[in-house]
């Protein structure tokens, strides 16, 4: 009997016995074609809904209804399939867990099904995985795994339903919960096609996190009450997330132009409890509707808001309801917009907002709770013209025209111009506004985004219209220093770089500048960040949304110049979670960007930034393999280091400064990644990919780790300019002896177009005579020689003469690498074989294809240059240094061929 109840839902009689359910509602009207039903085959115990095992299959519910026979199930739950929880026998709880794990989030994820029945004790939860066959919840919202439903659900008394959710299809459908053990859910996104529609069935419930209507509506049936952003307290108040991990992104309700959000009287829909960073409760860009037409208003729809404290300004605070000026708001009943906390009075900076980007007529409408100045609009006249028929309660911090205020943004006419500093310089870009002190600017190309001080910006013109804002002056010393730093822009070619980067155009796209230079936060929330126009951003467009059929867009990043030390922090990303596809970044002075990189298009650092992952930073992706397309990494000056979740003086120079663990570089085909200044990209593993070139500039650094050697990963090239440098700066690689580079794909000195000129080093770490390994294998971590040329690798020397322009092989005994020793030895453990240190000379192992010509081999052991006699016979002005360990001729041995052993 239980079973057959749970299953009636799924046919709506259940839905029609319903004391929320209006009548004649759409989804009632529904016509629902016959579909396999997987029923879940051991009810009372938990499991995976991905697994087929643990479904019974039935041609239709029907059947199922009917009693007849099922049959194991071959295939896990999609659109097409209608899901039965039932009942669980003798009142044992059971779980079905719909977390599909990630190993690299290679992507939007999705599980889908069409109706959902859940019986009592039963629970399907989105944010749980299995650990030795018992459920185990997630750390966090980032890494539940989002349902797409296209059909109704249905969750009876005693059952629960977790997990973000996406109402999917064309199709009216209903989600009704009453009595349940966990009366809350996950994220909800409605993004239905040709107008279709949710209906919310409930007396009350509750998400963790926010409310997206991408397209489609959202209806609140008469008394439903739906709350949102119960965030981490409500997660751990079911422990879903475990109490000492970081807050994550706050999230709030979102109404976009293609949706809209209806309200029948009675319903409510409002924020559950205060945030934990500036967030808006709702944003309506599509349409608002109370009521229907010819409706008897009855009871008022009711739209909680935060009681906040804060300036009042726009998203200054959490909270508040925002109408922007594309929206549509149709009152057909009555409203009452109020505080959630209904214990806390209302002041002149505490209370709830109504935003108002465009004058509307708000109907029959009720306040309370609001802040002096809590109506906000583009004029007081606007204002008043949209609350022409409201009333106000006695809990308003204040009455007539002290509740009304202007809305305040910056206004200021942007557009292509001329930039004039006070010492006369002139330079063309796309200016956007000032903030803090600084003018945010865009180079030409969309290829840099960066600010200029305004003490150094004498006037501005754009379209013709000249703004002043400081005198004309000779720079100072310290200004003088700053500017040979710093390049004036970073996509301008310097001496010595290959420079194709700067005549790559970009298209537009979104951009995320920090709002509040000196002032540390996380890059997860919206207001932190302002676009291109200086207004704040409602959500973080460096947050990764794992929403089904959603694709995050690129992002544009600066993080401007301040006078004191801050730190834009990654606060939700954990394990193999990546951040959102950032384009351009640029860090400037005292600026330190804390998040997993994963950065696609040009990097700049100037004097005085810093870049480390603190909560993910394994993670240093810096590639884009788009053909044909030229981007720059480029650090200038020294770095600010990080300490825990601050950063700190002195700076440091910018070899020893990590970006990250790992790094991986990688250009297209045709393209080229140039890096010009000196970095130590990672701790550890470095690798070169794509099937571009990877140039570092003449004199410019990449600096490995000491764990592993940096590898050009088979069809790569990694070219280096005159006096460029890439590996590890150390005598010796660890005790273990690892090379310093592997090279799979292809690695060149100099250039066909831009060889190298004088004598370049390509320092090698040392090996202990008696850890030599003559087959040294093809891994990060090969141990026993200096630098290994895969067989499948390819090495190239592009000198303009041979003779005098000579690569030269030698042991990286330079004073930097001496020096990286001694750090490294005082932290070593003691039961470390010190003796390992110090070694001899270097072994170069090459079974790849070589095309050499100048060069000079320096401390290199007995038989440590290992090469094919055939490939040896074709190399051409080969040299020896004074402080090789043998006579050239007992420096070579043979490598050992399939044909040879």
Partial sequence: MRVFRACLSILSVLLLASSLLAKDEPFQ???????????????????????????????????????????????????????????????????????????????????????????????????????????????????????????????????????????????????RIDKSPEPLGGAWVIDKSNDASVTLLSKKYELAGGITVRSGRLVLSSGAHLSFGAGRQGRIELKKHPKNRMPGKEEYVCVHRTGALEMHAGSCIGRARAPEAVVADLRIEGGLQIGRPGEKSGRPAVIELGLAKGGGGFLAQHGGLYICPWATFKNFGRLAITSYDRQSPASADKGISLFLEKAVDLGD?????????????????????????????????????????????????????????????????????????????????????????????????????????????????????????????????????????????WPDCTVAIWARPGESGACAVGPNWLDETGTPH????????????????????????????????????????????????????????????????????KYGSGMNGLT????????????????????????????GRGVQAPLVDSYTATLAQFGYFAAGRGGTLELIGQIRSAGDRLSIGGTGATIISDGSELHEGSRSALWILEGATLALLQDAFAGTEMTQQRPQCYASMI???????????????????????????????????FSVRSTGSSFVLGRQGRFVIHSADPKKARVIFTLHDSKRALARDAAYRAKASKARDMTLWNPEGIVCYFAGRTEIDGILFDKVYPGGIIATPEARAKWKNVFYGRDNLAAPEKLYSDLKTKDSQ
């Fill in 538 to 605: 409602f959500a973080s467009p460096l947050v990764l949304r794992r929403e089904v059929g959603s694709d995050t867009p690129p992002v544009d990043v600066l993080m401007p110049a301040s006078e004191s030390p801050y730190l834009a922090v990654d606060s939700y990303t954990r394990g193999g979670d990546r951040s959102p596809l950032q384009r351009h970044v640029t860090i400037e002075r005292n600026a330190c960007y804390g998040t997993i990189n994963n950065i696609h298009g040009n990097l700049w650092m």
């Fill in 29 to 175: 009207r529904e016509q629902w074609p016959q579909v396999r039903t997987l029923v879940w085959a051991n009810p009372g115990k938990s499991g995976t809904m991905q697994s087929p095992r643990n479904w019974t299959q039935y041609a239709s519910t029907a059947d199922y209804l009917a009693k007849k026979d099922g049959r194991p199930a071959a295939t896990p739950p999609d659109k097409n399939t209608d899901i039965i929880l039932p009942d669980s026998p003798d009142g044992q709880s059971y779980v079905v867990a719909c977390i599909e794990r990630r190993k690299s989030d290679s992507g939007n994820t999705r599980l889908n099904c069409r109706h959902i029945t859940i019986g009592k004790n039963a629970g399907l939860d989105g944010g749980c995985e299995f650990s030795r066959g018992r459920p185990a919840y997630l750390v966090g919202p980032n890494r539940e795994t989002p349902i797409g439903v296209y059909g109704n659900v249905t969750v009876n008394d005693g059952g629960y339903i977790y997990g973000p959710h996406v109402f999917l299809g064309d199709k009216h459908t209903c989600f």
């Fill in 616 to 643: 993910g930073s394994k993670g240093g992706e810096f590639a884009n393999l788009q053909p044909g397309l030229h981007r720059f990494l480029r650090f200038d000056g020294k770095r600010i280091p990080y300490r």
């Fill in 365 to 505: 409408v009720s306040f309370d709770y609001l802040r002096a100045g809590g109506i906000v609009a583009i004029d007081k006249k606007a204002a008043r013209a949209a609350t022409a028929g409201a009333s106000f309660g006695k809990h308003c911090a204040a009455r007539g025209d002290k509740l009304l205020a202007k809305l305040g943004l910056i206004r200021f006419s942007g557009g292509v111009g001329t930039v004039e500093l006070v010492d006369g310089l002139k330079t063309e870009c796309k200016i956007l506004f000032p903030h803090a002190g600084r003018l945010i600017v865009r180079g030409r190309g969309n290829r840099t985004l960066q600010s200029f001080d305004l003490k150094s910006v004498h006037a501005v013109t754009i379209n013709g219209k000249r703004t002043e804002f400081s005198a004309k002056r000779p720079l100072n010393d310290a200004e003088k220093q700053l500017r040979k730093t710093n390049a004036l822009w970073g996509d301008t070619p310097g001496k010595g770089q290959y420079g194709k980067y700067g005549k790559q155009e």
């Fill in 743 to 777: 090279v799979s794909g292809t690695l060149m000195i100099g250039l066909p177009d831009r060889p190298i000129v004088r004598d370049t080093r390509f320092a090698l770490s040392g090996i202990r005579r008696d850890l030599i390994n003559r087959d040294p294998g």
